[in-house]
């Protein structure tokens, strides 16, 4: 099992950026998938991104795809999502997800079996 501890959420303004970052502990991090997952009010879960341990390969969802970047720090167990260009639709819980690199997927959500606490995103003027 993975421990996951998200942080750096908060309040920005339409077209502000936002860092969060999410420590991961636990044995065997190099099978995991790690990546983010938002949950907006009144919404379903949506994947944002995920990359391999090592780093070489990352998944966005095209609807960030060019405003979010997924990075992973293997050394220090951590991953990192910045976002840039937010939007008031970015308001959301972020999780930090871990999952089977044989099955997680964006597509599902559900597939990540470890999950962080959540993170509030608030886009808002």
Same mark, same amino acid.
């Given at each position: 099992q993975?421990?996951?501890v ?18 991961a502990?636990g044995?065997?991090?190099? =099978?995991?998938?790690?990546g983010?997952?938002?949950q ?18 990352t ?5 960030v795809?060019d ?7 293997? $050394?220090?167990?951590?991953v ?5 260009s ?5 308001? $959301?819980?972020?999780?930090?997800? $871990?999952?089977?690199?044989?099955t997680?997927?964006?597509a ?11 993170? =509030? ?5």
């Amino acid at each position: 099992q993975v421990q996951l501890v998200e942080s750096g959420g908060g309040l920005v303004q339409p077209g502000g950026s936002l860092r969060l970052s999410c420590a991961a502990s636990g044995d065997n991090l190099d =099978r995991y998938v790690l990546g983010w997952v938002r949950q907006a009010p009144g919404k379903e879960r949506e994947g944002v991104a995920c990359i391999l341990r090592s780093g070489l390969s990352t998944f966005v969802a095209p609807s960030v795809r060019d405003r979010f970047t997924i990075s992973r720090d293997s $050394a220090k167990n951590t991953v990192t999502l910045q976002m840039d260009s937010l939007k008031a639709k970015g308001t $959301a819980i972020y999780f930090c997800v $871990a999952g089977s690199v044989l099955t997680a997927t964006l597509a599902k959500p559900e597939l990540f079996n470890s999950w962080g606490q959540g993170t =509030r995103v608030t886009v808002s003027s």
